[in-house]
C-alpha cells in the first residue's frame, strides 16, 4: 500500500534560508536543538554593579585610561576613543603591491565613545526612554558631526554588551568609528539595496512604501511582509518593528527598523519617530533581559545611510535599520560559537527563527529586577 510522501516541516527538517541583503545562505537545522550539551559554559554575569565605581575610566569624574579627566556628566557624553581603531592622518601613502593579490589601503577615521548614562550599573534595558532618546538624539549627532568631515565616507554606531562580546567595561556605552572607505558588510547590503531598487522582482506588496523617488525599497517590502505575517515579529511600537529575521544567524538575532515609510538614516527622524524608536529599544532590551534574567549580552549597529549628505544610488537606497546580534542561546551561560562548518563553509542555526520570536513575543516587559524589588 502506498504511502503518502513526508511533509517538509521546517520546525523539524534542516534546510537553508537566503539572506537578500548579503546573499548569502545561513543552514537550519532544528533537529539539533535536541542534542544535550556538554560544551563551553561561560560564567554568569555579574548582576549586581556599583552605582559608581572609582577604577572605572567612564564613570563621571574619573580620569579616562589615557589620563584625562572626565567631566561630572549627569547624561549622555562623547569622548574621542584614547585607543581609536582608526587614526585622523594624514597617513603615507602605501607601498607599491608586492603581488596583485596582496594589496594594502590606507584608511583614515576617527573613533568615539558615546557614554549612555552616568550610572554605571545600568543598560539600555535599565533606562527611561527619555534616557534612550537622549542616546538616540547622540548617535544623530555624531552622525551628522564626523560624516560632514573631509575625507569621511561612512559613519557606523554600535554597542558591545556584555564581557562575552568582547566589552572592556561594563558601564553603558557605545562606539562610532568613522573612516575614509565604506566597511564589507554595510557595503554589501547597500549595494544589495541598489540592485533591488533597480530590477525588484515581479509582484511585489501591494501597500508597501517606496523608496526615496519612488523605487522600490527591499527593506520596506520585507518589513511590510512580515509585519503582516507575524510569526517572526517580536513586537510593534508605533512604526517599527522588531523582527527575527527570516536569515537570522544568531539565535534570538533581531532586526528593528521603520515599517510605514522609507527612512534613510537617523537624521531623517521626526521627533514622534525617534520617541518610538527609543521605546522599542527600551522594549526590546527588557525582553532580551527577561530571556534568561540575566544582563543579556549582544552587539547592536546601526544600518543607515553611508554620511548625512550622501544623495547617490546607496545613499537613497539606504533603509535605516538596527541589528541585534546576541550569542545566548540555551541559557545565560550557553552561547552559539560560529565556529567549524560556519568559519569554513556557511552560517548554521539550530532554533529556527519563528521559534525564537515565539519565545520572545511571549516575554514579559517588566525588567525582572524590578519584579525582585
Known amino acids: 500500500m502506498a504511502t503518502d510522501p513526508p511533509v517538509f516541516d521546517p520546525s523539524e527538517h534542516p534546510h537553508r534560508r537566503y539572506n537578500p541583503l548579503l546573499r548569502e545562505y545561513v543552514l537550519v537545522s532544528p533537529h539539533r536543538m535536541k542534542r544535550p550539551w556538554l560544551g563551553q559554559v561561560e560564567p554568569p554575569a555579574a548582576d549586581t554593579l556599583p552605582q559608581y565605581d572609582p577604577k572605572c575610566y567612564l564613570c563621571p569624574g574619573n580620569s579616562r585610561s589615557e589620563g584625562a579627566v572626565l567631566p561630572q556628566y549627569t547624561e549622555t557624553y562623547t569622548f574621542a576613543n584614547d585607543y581609536p581603531a582608526l587614526l585622523a592622518g594624514p597617513l603615507p601613502p ?11 589601503e590606507p584608511v583614515l577615521g576617527g573613533c568615539d565613545v558615546v557614554i549612555f548614562h552616568p550610572r554605571h550599573d545600568y543598560t539600555l534595558a535599565r533606562l527611561t526612554v527619555g534616557e ?23 559613519v557606523q554606531v554600535f554597542e558591545n554588551k556584555g564581557a562575552i562580546m568582547g566589552c572592556s567595561n561594563p558601564h553603558p556605552h557605545g562606539q562610532v568609528w568613522s573612516m575614509s572607505s565604506i566597511p564589507q558588510i554595510p557595503s554589501v547590503e547597500l549595494r544589495n539595496l541598489v540592485k533591488y531598487s533597480l530590477s525588484p522582482p515581479p509582484d511585489p506588496p501591494s501597500g508597501a512604501p517606496r523608496g526615496d523617488k519612488g523605487k522600490p525599497c527591499m527593506l520596506c517590502e520585507y518589513a511590510h511582509f512580515e509585519k503582516g505575517a507575524g510569526e517572526r515579529v517580536v513586537l510593534e511600537e508605533g512604526p517599527w518593528v522588531a523582527l527575527v529575521p527570516w536569515w537570522a544567524v544568531w539565535p534570538f538575532e533581531v532586526m528593528l527598523l521603520p515599517t510605514h515609510r522609507h527612512i534613510s538614516s537617523l537624521l531623517d527622524l521626526t521627533p514622534d519617530e525617534r520617541t518610538s524608536l527609543s521605546t522599542a529599544i527600551s ?3 527588557k525582553r532580551y533581559d527577561n530571556l534568561f534574567s540575566c544582563s543579556f549580552a549582544y552587539s547592536m549597529g546601526v544600518h543607515q545611510r553611508p554620511t548625512p549628505m550622501q544623495l547617490d544610488d546607496e545613499g537613497e537606497a539606504a533603509h535605516l535599520h538596527l541589528h541585534f546580534d546576541p550569542p545566548l542561546l540555551r541559557s545565560a551561560t550557553v552561547k552559539k560559537f560560529l565556529v567549524g562548518f560556519e568559519l569554513m563553509a556557511e552560517a548554521q542555526r539550530d532554533l529556527t527563527p ?6 520572545m513575543r511571549e516575554l514579559s516587559e517588566v525588567h525582572y529586577l524590578d519584579l525582585m524589588d
Open 94 to 104: 602605501a607601498p607599491p603591491a608586492p603581488h596583485p593579490l596582496l594589496i594594502t
Open 132 to 154: 534612550i532618546e537622549k542616546v538616540v538624539v547622540e548617535w544623530t549627532r555624531v552622525f551628522v558631526q564626523r560624516g560632514m568631515q573631509e575625507g569621511v565616507k561612512y
Open 283 to 285: 522594549r526590546l532590551t
Open 354 to 359: 519563528e521559534q525564537a520570536a515565539k519565545r
